[in-house]
């Protein structure tokens, strides 16, 4: 089918039974393996994103305080063995939801190192005409992979993906007009270059205190995660001048030699891209925290912010554990450390999350200042409800999977369970399908811990 026109879908509206302490029932999913929903809401609408029982992507949309959705099923092309809207056994296979100003909806996902898959609908907030385009701007969109909706400091609607491979690619933004229905590049070369040589594995550009847009990554050399290195940083308040933690420009596109290196730890030094993250002192001044080993090839969390007056970054140890979480090879891997997003509180200090496979999980505060650990404490009490945080499963080795979202005071969780990740290879049996539940949550400023790739 020729993009523009229009794909068949399934479109009707499905009844719901809402069960306050157990969910909303929406579907049936996929649950041989995780791979990454999407739930948005936003404008008085939300819109859920998922693969169902026989892994075709579906998207569910209602308007809030309804009681029926409409679903779609859009249909794909084919993609070597599989179709575009089927995934495969493949954990970085995430799905992306966005509004635009007019309210349509632009879905993205279902690809590792793929022809881009893209869908959008026609009239706002109507999921029934939902499109298949496969293409935005029709260059560099055969091998991507982590595609990102955002959206700048003026409302623009940002697309952010990789070109190539893990240990060769290239990573590219775009931005949607809403007036003409087309993007274009935001800038005419890549923000992140691996030079054929390397990628990077960046969190989504985060929109800090100080007007400006900050990204932290790492590069990897290979599609052995082992060869992460090299933790970088930047920050721009358009998309298009970037510059370094002391204000000083950085030409694009910015490749390792120009990057502002937070920690130069090398390849097999324990950096490892699904476990970093980004907050701000009350300086407003990033402060990013990391996984990596230390002199003696343990496993320790850090943390960094850039150098007053000088060139570098401070580092400091926060955890002193007694294990190694030891990584290599390719394919999706579980993590077994994960660190949330440094909070700032009323007295200055900063307070970080994390849970551990051998550690168990609490919370460090950090001086202000110096970012000394200033104390442990126990983990924060969940205000998730028992039947959203444990399985229910009796299929051996099932986790429980979900997405947050808030909008207007309000917070809601999907939940779903799948078999944990198994290096995108296929299992000889996958468990039945499980059901995917809406709940609608108890507000929390408590952000949860961010994976970035894998």
Not at 72 to 84: E, H, I, L, N
Not at 325 to 340: P, T
Not at 343 to 354: A, I, K, M, T, Y
Request: net charge positive.
């Amino acid at each position: 089918m020729k993009p523009g026109i229009w794909c068949l879908v399934l479109a009707f509206l499905l009844p719901v039974r809402v069960v306050a302490a157990e969910g909303e029932f929406l579907d049936r999913v996929w649950s041989g393996h995780p791979v990454g929903f999407a739930l948005l809401t936003e404008r008085g609408y939300q819109f859920v994103a998922y693969y169902d029982a026989e892994r075709r992507i579906t998207v569910a949309g209602r308007r809030l305080g309804d009681a029926k959705w409409t679903r779609v099923q859009p249909a794909g092309v084919p993609v070597g063995k599989r179709t575009s809207n089927v995934t495969g056994w493949d954990s970085h296979n995430t799905l992306r939801l966005a509004l635009d100003r007019d309210g349509c909806l632009h879905l993205s996902g279902n690809m590792h190192a793929n022809p881009l898959v893209y869908y959008r609908t026609r009239l706002p907030f109507d999921l029934k005409t939902l499109e298949r385009l496969d293409r935005m701007t029709g260059e560099r969109e055969t091998r991507c992979t982590y595609p990102v909706f955002f959206k700048n400091a003026a409302g623009d609607l940002l697309f952010r993906y990789r070109d190539g491979g893990s240990g060769n690619g290239s990573d590219l933004y775009n931005i949607y007009d809403p007036g003409t229905r087309a993007w274009r590049r935001m800038i005419a070369t890549p923000l992140l270059e691996g030079q054929g040589e390397r990628n990077a594995y960046a969190i989504e550009p985060t929109l800090g205190p100080d007007g400006r847009f900050h990204l932290v990554w790492m590069w990897r050399e290979t599609p052995d995660c082992a060869t992460n290195h090299s933790l970088s940083y930047a920050r721009s308040r358009d998309f298009v001048h970037w510059e370094n933690s002391r204000g000083e420009p950085i030409a694009l596109p910015i490749v390792l030699a120009t990057g502002d290196i937070i920690d130069a730890a090398r390849p097999g030094e324990g950096l490892i891209n699904m476990t970093f993250n980004l907050g701000f002192d009350a300086q407003q001044r990033p402060v990013v925290v990391y996984h990596r080993y230390d002199a003696n090839r343990k496993s320790q969390a850090y943390v960094a912010r850039p150098n007053e007056g000088q060139r570098g970054w401070a580092v400091r140890p926060m955890s002193d554990w007694n294990f190694q979480w030891a990584f290599a090879g390719g394919g999706s891997i579980d993590g077994e450390v994960k660190l949330g997003p440094p909070r700032l509180e009323h007295d200055g200090s900063l307070v970080v999350d994390f849970s551990t496979k051998q550690a168990g999980a609490g919370r460090w505060r950090l001086r202000a200042d110096t970012l000394e650990r200033i104390e442990k404490l126990p983990a924060t009490p969940s205000s998730l409800p028992a039947s959203f945080r444990h399985a229910q499963s009796t299929v051996p080795g099932m986790e429980v999977q979900s997405v947050i979202s808030r909008a207007d005071g309000r917070r809601w969780g999907l939940r779903w369970e799948t078999l944990g990740r198994n290096r995108d290879k296929p299992r000889e049996i996958a468990p039945p399908p499980t059901e995917l539940r809406l709940y609608e949550l108890p507000d929390s400023e408590v952000p949860a811990a961010t994976n970035v790739g894998s």
